[in-house]
């Protein structure tokens, strides 16, 4: 497992995730893996994700913490054994089912998140003392759809475990928004993730437009943290270095669609763009909120003040979007609890980890041993010139920001052709991108291609697939190029579908 150099810091511990293929019946169960840093077995939290039609691991996905060092790249191994693998964690977090939801315990926080509504988090204890003194109030997501607002507070909620320890937990939240009038509208799913020995988590918030109108018209999104004492704020945006403002009051921004033009970027906007949070604390308690590429998909707003933090996931200062039928979004943020006295520069570094996180790369050699594409042939080398045309192939596409649009693109052939009466023609799942860009990486271990798969894959996930239609031969089909993303048709022609074999090892 390669890392490449990223960080001019150290990450002691950083939590990785990796996706390894294997191929058949290399690995029989996941726990016959370890993984070696020198001489040194590293902790692994291990699933199989597809199987071969042996019940061999066909992709397995790894959940480590190894030591980076900054300024250098480095390498891990792993092997595998004869016998299960077992190695002790130091921290481990736990998760434990209570009568008013999951309580969640990383070591030095400790939070619950509530079977009532999605705060997302409450009760919330760092290093054993009560955040804000349990002054706090974590707000709920508050949506306004033609000046109604909808709220996630005290609506009930189905929570599972998607992951269960040792080293990252996650908790998976269904409910509705809930009118005033206390009537449930619109679906939301959230998304919990602690991990052992930190004192931060990420948060998913997904809205989705699954009722029988049409259009809706998305006026605000916002979510509130909020103190019974005064504290000091300060923000952090930048897209070649981090900006840090400090006020003892007031401090917010605006990125919107006059941001983006103003703001030169060289970077390969897949992977990262820039950052973008805001920091409270007083004299003991503190709180950073990151939004996760929150320029790629503006328009976003952070707010602090002394009585806490607003994070608007769409400003209510912005024109209403359109938001069609089928339609969902999903939004991530880092919610970083510390002590008063934690350097800002601390604050920004681990929000730009969270940008712009380290991912290891394979061997393009392991890639063609352990071929999970049966029907892609990896060569062992590649003319010089033909690598030089897939990059730029892959470098050159047309790009889109913004909420609805990041990680699709506007094709001009078919907007000129007036498919789009008038308007874009979105790309959408033309010829399969992520797909491609999976490839890519597989042959060549380039960062950039995995980020490309993987936002491509966020959108289609989200925008293009039709998560609801009376019509059940568009329900759960993701939707043809045209205008808005998903006016036009489901159709099969340019989807790649495929059958995993996920049935039990014949060890289970």
């Known amino acids: 497992l390669h890392f490449d150099k990223l960080s001019q810091f150290d990450r002691n511990a950083e939590p990785v995730s990796v996706s390894v293929p294997f191929a058949e019946g290399a690995l029989v169960d996941p726990t016959y893996l370890v993984v070696l840093d020198g001489q040194r077995s590293l902790p692994v939290q291990s699933r199989a994700l597809a199987r071969w039609q042996d019940g061999s691991v ?106 269960a320890g040792p080293l990252q937990v996650v908790i998976l939240v269904k409910g509705k928004h809930r009118r005033p009038d206390g009537s449930e509208y619109i679906d939301f799913n959230g998304r919990i993730t602690a991990y052992a020995g930190k004192p931060h988590i990420e948060v998913e ?115 209403p979007a359109p938001l069609m039928q089928g339609m969902a979004k999903t939004h991530r943020i880092q919610l970083h609890f510390h002590g008063g ?46 690598l030089t045309y897939l990059n730029e192939l892959h470098d050159g596409r047309p790009q889109a920001l913004g909420m609805f649009h990041f990680g699709d693109a506007p094709d001009s052939g078919y907007t000129d052709q007036g498919r789009g009466g008038g308007e874009s023609v979105w790309v959408n799942n033309e010829y399969d991108r992520p797909h491609c860009c999976a490839l890519f990486y597989g042959l060549t271990g380039q960062r950039r291609a995995l980020d490309s798969a993987l936002v491509s894959a966020r959108h289609w996930l989200d925008v293009d697939l039709c998560h609801y239609s009376p019509n059940p031969l568009y329900h759960g089909g993701l939707k043809l190029h045209t205008r808005y993303h998903v006016t036009g048709r489901v159709t099969p022609s340019h989807e790649w579908t495929c059958l995993l074999y996920t049935s039990p090892s014949p060890r289970d």
Request: aromatic share 10%; hydrophobic share 40%; net charge negative.
């Open 58 to 163: 066909k992709w397995l996905l790894l959940h480590l913490q190894p030591d980076l060092p900054g300024n250098a790249a480095c390498e891990l191994q792993f092997e595998v054994t004869a016998d299960p693998v077992d190695v002790p964690i130091d921290q481990a977090v736990a998760v434990q089912e209570i009568a008013a939801g999951l309580a969640v315990d990383t070591g030095p926080l400790a939070f619950l998140v509530p079977n009532t509504g999605f705060w997302p988090v409450r009760d919330v204890q760092l290093l054993g003392s009560g955040f804000w003194e349990d002054d706090v109030q974590f707000g709920a997501m508050e949506l306004t759809l033609y000046g109604e607002r909808l709220s996630t507070i005290a609506t009930p909620v189905e929570l599972s475990l998607e992951e």
């Open 205 to 319: 918030y997904q809205f989705v437009h699954a009722e029988h109108e049409n259009e809706l018209a998305l006026e605000a999104l916002s979510l509130r943290f909020e103190s019974g004492r005064p504290g000091r704020v300060a923000l952090g945006e930048g897209f070649y270095q981090t900006v840090i403002q400090q006020d003892e009051q007031e401090l917010s921004m605006l990125l919107d669609a006059e941001t983006m033009l103003y703001q030169a970027n060289e970077h390969f906007v897949d992977s990262f763009y820039g950052d973008f949070w805001v920091d409270w604390r007083d004299a003991t308690s503190g709180l950073t909120c990151s939004i996760h590429q929150a320029h790629q998909n503006f328009p976003k707003r952070l707010d602090a003040d002394a009585g806490g933090i607003t994070c608007a996931l769409y400003p209510h200062e912005v024109e």
């Open 341 to 386: 006295d934690l350097p800002l520069e601390k604050c920004s570094v681990r929000s730009l980890q969270f940008q712009l996180p380290d991912r290891p790369s394979l061997d393009p050699a392991w890639m063609r041993a352990n071929n999970p594409w049966v029907e892609t042939w990896f060569p062992e080398r590649l003319p010089g010139r033909l």
